[in-house]
């Protein structure tokens, strides 16, 4: 049984840098071919796929939030890394890792992140 488990500063002020990892059990981010992703959902909002990381360490992103996002991870630890950089109020959400891209058979519980000034 795969378990994804996020971790993360729960409060960030504008303008700062968000990092968020994803602790992985269970399975080995390097098996191929799977991917990981970070997925979030603003409040009353829908899921917003953010970027992924694969198996061989090749990262992807939404073209929306290219500039400000990127992804890398500890293969020793298990676990990959989300950074957001230029935080508003906007990036505030539930983040969230899972398995996949396009169908997600495994995901973390979530973390908050609020963005207040």
């Known amino acids: 049984q795969v378990q994804l488990q996020e971790s993360g500063p729960g409060l960030v002020k504008p303008s700062q840098t968000v990092s968020l990892t994803c602790t992985v059990s269970?399975?080995?981010?390097?098996?191929?071919?799977?991917?990981w992703s970070w997925i979030r959902q603003p409040p009353g909002r829908g899921l917003e796929w953010m970027g992924a990381?694969?198996?061989?360490?090749?990262?992807y992103y939404s073209p929306s939030l290219k500039r400000r996002t990127s992804i890398s991870r500890d293969t020793h630890k298990n676990q990959f890394t989300l950074q957001l950089s230029s935080v508003t109020p906007e990036d505030t959400a539930v983040y969230r890792c899972?398995?996949?891209?396009?169908?997600?058979?495994?995901w973390g519980q979530g973390t908050q992140v609020t963005v207040f000034s």
């Open positions: 899972a398995r996949g891209v396009y169908a997600n058979d495994y």
């Open positions: 269970g399975g080995s981010i390097t098996t191929k071919h799977y991917y």
């Open positions: 990381i694969d198996y061989s360490g090749s990262t």
